[in-house]
């Protein structure tokens, strides 16, 4: 099935990438430029209790908080995130154009020879009649509808895999395998597998798990399934089986988590879109999810929009966290009357008008099989991610390929190093950010097989045998001669992209260097017809820009003098940004400082990376800097951010700076040992920008939080956070002057003069000082000073000692694995 797409929208025939906007920055293809973007012209436009299926109640971690919550928790999340962000469509055709095909006759062939709708009476037979019923009554009659439609079309075309029809109200399952082919070469691998176990001795473990696998799934009642199965086998359907399972649908969140939900209906499918083709699959797994159906009583249809597109948007969340090549997730409610589409993404949600599915039964079926269309664009992937089988046949996860395009559209293939981004973003609405490792295809690579990654725990159900972060991809040193990184992010076409800080940064030292670049597709392309029009809608863009490698970010430090070493360079880097190419970075955060790939032991200047420019600005445009006050993640932001007394400036961002070592002293007593910050710190991240703002001055300014440095920070670590805290504190109480609305005009200018003199103008200043504090702690720490390693507290700071500037010996000798996962912050996005 194919659709229309807009410009730059990936084109269904050839299944390619939008052409990038920037030239590879190569020996062979030459130098970096920077092109007009590929969207097309146009004004911007910024955008301004029932019974529900289950979610369980289950601890996890939310993406803007550090702090537990459970799934309803995440809901009211996930409704706040979409009350701005909500598209109602007004168009009968929207589903159309969202699912062309099939054609109106083919589907009118299909409810003539039916026999579960009457043409003469206009209903489907077996749903029943009363508008008022329960949602049990409807999913049995609904279930088999939702199968029969799917078996009576073909599915085998363009990219042909395996559609399965999980029924999580009643806990069965039907299989559908249209192509005899695929079904025979399905049954001919499970054989060989079969024949090698058979082959060789055989562990107690590997009998009962044989015994499972032949008797029924997870040890439910074999015999019953195989009744079933047999029951159900008629024809052409011989394919078709059913069978209980488990329907609890784990959760991927940025930590552990035992939450999980269960929606009414999920499609699963297999094919190039998927890590794994798991064609036997005991469960339904949203890492192998198509789209979601949940049913309603007619009733909630109407006036609970709001409480359905937040239960849709859980699933549809969950969807994009286990498949990161996601560009959009489709579901549907039904009710024994009617339906409704609704199509996430990250702009957020748009939905349909409701369509009776008595007098309007083409749209029903169409709806159905948009959900589980063999075309991926339809179903959302990006098809220019694409995941082929490996040469093992014992291999769980298959090999994974990034096609990107220049400004000549010479297409460039890349190898993906492992089966997951090594940084998520999970989010359902805005940026989704997404950083994958990745090499540069070559003959050696393309024979390499990648090895089981599948996170083993035996009786555990924390986790749907999902793939666990970092294991089976190549080692660092290994792909460190052609290492390099794709970062994909969701940006809003109002902003500057970060390609164009990018380009201006390319040859600073300390900053993140930029290989090539592209648009690669918009949300408009998405969402139908004249989609940008729509009232309240926020295009967005998915940018892919391709980085050499570094290390993980600053929280995933091994040592002290990682940290230190790090954030002098990173520092520095940024000093360069603002004197030499007048950029502004804006989000300094514990994620966007990376360490060197050797950690202290990188070359000088690159022991601290600079990266994620996206919330970046030059300095010479004053309107942008005005129009802006509050940019960056809450915990980090200055208290002139916080209270906007100025506009942002270079001032805030090493104030940014002092937040993240505060942060990692207290979050992390040992190296990959996090801890609960204390409830002062919490608060520093606080949704109420007085509470963040009062907290952070207490700080600053009187010294009253007495929390004990741990151990492996020491005592000059303290004395550092005590100076640096000492050196804002004169710059906070001149802008809180300043700021003081009963000032008179003349005192306030005259303040205002000498603030710019003596700290705005003073750049070089102001960053020498500050880099040479670090400096100092780094050259007492090397020189073993007794308490070096004696818990210390953060009291009243000190007087400010003289700076000094000392270059020591570098610490770490290891590489660092490219396996870090974000800390829970709030990021404010203006």
């Not at 159906?293 to 709001?306: A, F, H, N």
Request: glycine share 6%; charged share 25%.
């Amino acid at each position: 099935m194919t659709a229309n797409r807009r410009t730059p929208a990936v084109s269904d025939a050839t299944q390619q990438p939008a052409a990038s906007t920037t030239s590879e920055l190569s020996d062979t293809v030459g130098p970096l430029v920077t092109l007009p973007p590929r969207t097309p012209n146009r004004t911007v436009r910024l955008a301004s209790g029932f019974q529900s299926t289950p979610l369980a109640e289950r601890s996890t971690q939310s993406v803007a908080y550090s702090t537990t919550m459970t799934v309803a928790e995440q809901k009211a999340i996930i409704k706040a995130e979409l009350a701005i962000a909500t598209v109602a469509s007004t168009d009968e055709d929207f589903p159309r154009q969202l699912f062309p095909d099939p054609g109106d006759d083919e589907i009118d062939a299909y409810l003539k020879a039916t026999p579960l709708y009457d043409t003469e009476s206009g209903r489907w037979v077996k749903l029943p009649k009363d508008v008022n019923c329960e949602e049990k009554l409807i999913n049995i009659p609904m279930s088999e509808i939702l199968g029969e439609i799917l078996e009576s079309f073909d599915l085998s075309a363009p990219n042909p895999g395996n559609r399965v029809v999980w029924d999580l109200t009643t806990k069965k399952s039907q299989r559908l395998a249209h192509e005899k082919e695929m079904a025979a070469k399905e049954k001919e691998e499970k054989d060989r597998v079969a024949r090698e176990k058979q082959a060789r001795p055989k562990s107690t473990k590997e009998k009962v798990e044989l015994a499972t696998d032949e008797g029924g799934d997870n040890g439910l009642d074999g015999k019953a399934e195989a009744a079933n199965g047999k029951g159900q086998e008629d024809g052409a359907k011989e394919a078709k089986r059913a069978k209980t399972f488990p329907k609890a649908m784990h959760h991927s969140e940025a930590v552990p988590t035992k939450a999980y939900s269960i929606p009414d209906t999920v499609f699963t499918g297999t094919g190039p879109g998927f890590t794994i083709d798991d064609v036997d699959m005991e469960r339904p797994l949203y890492r192998a999810s198509l789209g979601v159906v949940d049913y309603k009583r007619d009733s909630e249809l109407d006036g609970s929009i709001t409480e359905n597109t937040a239960q849709l948007g859980v699933y549809a969340r969950q969807v994009m966290n286990h498949q990161p090549n996601r560009n959009f997730v489709r579901a549907a409610n039904v009710s024994n009357e009617r339906v409704r589409l609704f199509h996430f993404d990250r702009s957020g949600v748009k939905y349909s008008l409701l369509y009776n599915i008595h007098s309007n039964p083409r749209m029903l079926v169409r709806i159905i099989l948009g959900l589980v269309s063999t075309n991926l664009a339809d179903l959302g992937f990006d098809p220019s991610i694409v995941w082929e089988p490996t040469d093992d046949p014992a291999a769980k996860f298959k090999r994974g390929t990034l096609t990107t395009r220049t400004a000549n559209n010479d297409t460039i293939v890349y190898d993906i190093v492992g089966v997951e981004p090594f940084y998520q973003r999970r989010d359902l609405v805005g940026r989704g950010t997404l950083c994958w490792s990745i090499e540069i295809r070559t003959a050696s690579n393309r024979d390499q097989t990648e090895g089981q990654a599948l996170f083993e725990k035996e009786g555990s159900a924390e986790r749907d045998a999902d793939v666990v972060a970092g294991e089976g991809r190549k080692s660092e040193s290994e792909a460190a001669d052609n290492g390099l990184s794709s970062k994909e992010s969701w940006c809003s076409e109002s902003r500057t992209s970060e390609e164009v800080f990018l380009a201006a940064a390319v040859g600073v030292k300390g900053v993140g260097q930029m290989v090539a670049c592209e648009d690669v597709v918009e949300t408009a392309s998405f969402r139908g017809a004249n989609a940008i029009n729509d009232p309240g809608f926020l295009n967005r863009i998915k940018r892919r820009i391709i980085l050499k490698k570094y290390g993980p970010p600053i929280h995933k430090f091994k040592t002290v003098l990682d940290v230190l070493y790090a954030l002098i360079d990173a520092i520095r880097a940024h000093q360069r940004m603002v004197k030499e190419k007048g950029v502004l970075h804006r989000d300094i955060s514990v994620n966007n400082i990376l360490l060197g790939i050797a950690g202290a032991d990188s070359e000088e200047g690159w022991r601290g990376v600079l990266i994620d420019f996206d919330m970046a600005i030059f300095l010479d445009r004053a309107e942008a800097l005005l129009n802006e006050l509050r940019t960056g993640t809450r915990m980090f932001q200055s208290l002139n951010v916080l209270q906007a007394w100025r506009p942002h400036d270079y001032l805030d961002d090493l104030e940014s700076f002092l937040y993240v070592l505060i942060y990692l002293v207290l979050a992390f007593p040992e190296p990959n040992v996090e801890c609960e910050l204390p409830k002062e710190l919490q608060d520093w991240n606080a949704d109420s920008l007085y509470e963040a703002y009062k907290s952070k001055l207490t700080f600053i300014t009187h010294g009253v939080l007495n929390f004990d440095v741990p151990p492996m920070w020491g005592y000059h670590i303290s004395t550092l956070v005590e100076d640096l805290c000492r050196h804002f504190q004169p710059i906070h109480a001149m802008s809180i002057r300043i700021s003081n609305q009963r000032l008179p005009k003349a005192q306030r200018d005259k303040l205002e003069a000498s603030f710019k003199k003596k700290y705005l103008n003073d750049v070089d200043g102001q960053y020498d000082e500050i880099v040479g504090y670090i400096e100092s702690a780094i050259e007492n720490i090397l020189a073993g000073q007794d308490g070096a390693n004696e818990p210390s507290a953060m009291s009243s700071p000190s007087p400010t000692p003289a700076p000094r500037k000392g270059a020591g010996k570098r610490g770490s000798e290891e590489a660092y694995p490219h396996d870090a996962k974000e800390p829970s912050l709030k990021r404010s996005r203006h």
